[in-house]
């Protein structure tokens, strides 16, 4: 079975530095791991995919995650936070023989002025 | 092209009574997810459609349900609401079934008395 852990419920950074939110992911086959943004009173956004290529990955908005398998993490990182960054973030498995989607606990980024 | 849309965006029902939510997709694709976001669960898989097939479900009871059309859109339905239901209801569609990366309408938000 596939299951999600964010490490952090919120996360608090000033604009113009580092932004870091963890992931951690359990998974039974070769996962897929997304990262989503969810905006007050708005849907998902999808920010980033990884799909066993380049453990890399680049998204949208600055943002790009890591896939680290001895580590099983996918944490997601962005050198410089905006304003508009302030959201939730979800970090999302889905097994390769089961395409359902779970989704961790979210964690909510506020950014200072 | 358009994204995908849920109608209503926002109904009051009272305890007992039913309700049916629709999405349409993305144009073009086949596959239907449903989610139920609340602040104690979080998100949580609903079930998915293709090819007017339900073809993974979540552990929810009986009283979800939910159907595909042949132009792939999608209805649930939640008989006998319980106050618990009261929830951010989401959509989600993908070019086909199989296919992890998903597209969110902006959710259904239900609130029951």
């Known amino acids: 079975a596939q299951s999600v852990t964010q490490l952090d419920s919120h996360v608090s950074v000033s604009e113009g530095t580092p932004v870091l939110l963890r992931c951690n992911y359990s998974s039974s086959y070769s996962p897929s791991l997304f990262w989503y943004v969810q905006h007050p009173n708005k849907g998902l956004q999808l920010l980033l995919k990884y799909t066993s290529a380049a453990t890399l990955v680049k998204g949208i908005n600055g943002f790009e995650a890591e896939f680290k398998k001895s580590e099983t993490s996918f944490h997601l990182t962005k050198p410089s936070a905006h304003m508009s960054d302030a959201a939730e973030y979800f970090c999302?498995?889905?097994?390769?023989?089961?395409?359902?989607?779970?989704f961790g606990a979210g964690t909510t980024v506020t950014v200072r002025a | 092209k358009a994204g995908v849309t849920q109608t209503p965006r926002y109904l009051i029902k009272t305890r007992g009574q039913q309700v049916t939510l629709s999405c349409s997709p993305i144009s073009g694709h086949r596959s239907v997810s449903w989610y139920q976001q609340t602040p104690g669960q979080g998100l949580q898989f609903l079930f998915e459609?293709?090819?007017?097939?339900?073809?993974n479900k979540g552990n929810f009871p009986g009283r979800f349900s939910g159907r595909q059309f042949s132009n792939s859109r999608s209805e649930m339905n939640v008989s006998t609401l319980e106050l618990g239901d009261s929830a951010l209801y989401l959509c989600?569609?993908?070019?086909?079934?199989?296919?992890?990366?998903?597209?969110f309408g902006p959710g259904t938000r239900l609130t029951v008395l």
């Open positions: 999302v498995v889905s097994d390769q023989g089961d395409y359902k989607l779970s």
């Open positions: 989600a569609s993908s070019l086909g079934w199989g296919d992890n990366e998903q597209f």
């Open positions: 459609y293709f090819s007017e097939t339900q073809r």
